[in-house]
């Protein structure tokens, strides 16, 4: 019995933390993309306005977790540090620089 109030207690405790946490986190099959909400603004209306060209890179599903070859090049977002985006295929991606995978399709 003390180990179920015990265990329901910590269970309420990190629910409790994890909805006082001000980070968004999206979840894709490989990765998890933490930006928070203002991180996630930027992202959506920088990339929105990318003035660069869609790279077109045959046979390449654009999808989460797809690592991009090394023609593609990255760009910067303001603030966010972590991640760069990049326009392949038509579609807005970010991606993790340190191994090249998309970690978010960004529509």
Do not use: C, W
Request: net charge neutral.
């Amino acid at each position: 019995m003390k180990r179920t109030i015990t265990a329901s207690a910590l269970a309420l405790t990190f629910l409790a933390g994890s909805a006082l946490a001000q980070v968004a986190t999206t979840t894709t099959t490989t990765r998890t993309v933490e930006l928070s909400p203002e991180q996630r603004t930027v992202v959506q209306q920088y990339v929105v306005k990318d003035t660069h060209p869609s790279i077109a890179v045959q046979g390449f599903d654009v999808r989460a977790g797809a690592v991009l070859p090394p023609n593609v090049a990255f760009y910067e977002v303001p603030n966010v540090e972590r991640y760069r985006y990049t326009y392949v295929n038509n579609h807005r991606v970010l991606v993790d620089p340190s191994t090249r995978a998309v970690v978010e399709v960004i529509e």
